[in-house]
């Protein structure tokens, strides 16, 4: 079956400008996360949507960060106003519910110039 | 907090010599431990996981990892090292309501002909 997707694969971008990276989870899996991974933080969680249930942002870094999952299923992870420090590679996960397994994309590489 | 320390930036190892990458962890509560691979440009592929039970747990790709509570650790080990293996390797702990994966900084692997 297919797994977790992402688009696009790589993404460049002015600083300044927002920017729209795409995620499809695995078929009915009903979690969802985000995790970044950048040379000076290493791999850290940005954000976690589970079904209908109000997503755990704990995770963001700024306000220019915001993420949806429309219909329980493809979520978008849009950042405004690119920084340069936002330049990483945006994983996303899926996983079903108590599983502890997630399941991750190939990634978006981001930079920002 | 909970963190997971993986105290080898880089480890060389020749093919066919053994390999024990380090974990240690901390974490007030019986961890969900979890090893993931990364390849060049790709993304996470667990290779195995311990939740509770034997200590022992056995993944794919030959690998296998102990769990040992008195030391907070979960080593990663592979008897026989193939040129293949040369990657990226994290571990991660699962924490929060939501699951999150609280990663180390992970450790590169290289293999020498």
């Known amino acids: 079956g297919a797994g977790v997707s992402q688009s696009p694969s790589n993404k460049v971008t002015e600083k300044g400008k927002d920017v729209e990276l795409r995620c499809d989870p695995i078929?009915?899996?009903?979690?969802l996360y985000w995790y970044r991974q950048s040379l000076g933080q290493g791999l850290e969680f940005l954000i976690y949507?589970?079904?209908?249930?109000?997503?755990?942002k704990s995770g963001l870094p700024s306000d220019r960060f915001s993420a949806e999952r429309t219909g329980g299923s493809v979520s978008t992870l849009t950042i405004q106003r690119t920084q340069q420090e936002d330049s990483a590679v945006y994983l996303c996960?899926?996983?079903?519910?108590?599983?502890?397994?997630?399941?991750f994309g190939p990634g978006t590489r981001l930079t920002v110039l | 907090a909970q963190s997971v320390t993986q105290p080898d930036i880089h480890i060389t190892v020749s093919e066919g010599a053994s390999l024990e990458l380090r974990c240690n962890y901390s974490?007030?509560?019986?961890?969900?431990l979890f090893w993931y691979v990364q390849s060049p440009g790709q993304g996470l592929q667990l290779l195995l996981k311990?939740?509770?039970?034997?200590?022992l747990v056995q993944g794919i790709k030959g690998f296998e990892a102990e769990f040992k509570r008195s030391q907070s650790s979960f080593n990663l080990r592979k008897p026989s090292v193939h040129w293949s293996d040369a990657a990226e390797y994290f571990c991660?702990?699962?924490?929060?309501?939501?699951?999150?994966?609280?990663f180390g900084g992970g450790t590169r692997l290289m293999v020498k002909p």
């Open positions: 996960a899926s996983s079903l519910v108590g599983a502890g397994e997630q399941f």
């Open positions: 078929s009915g899996h009903t979690a």
């Open positions: 949507f589970q079904g209908n249930s109000a997503p755990d």
């Open positions: 974490y007030g509560a019986t961890p969900y």
């Open positions: 311990y939740f509770s039970g034997d200590t």
């Open positions: 991660a702990v699962l924490r929060g309501a939501g699951n999150m994966l609280t």
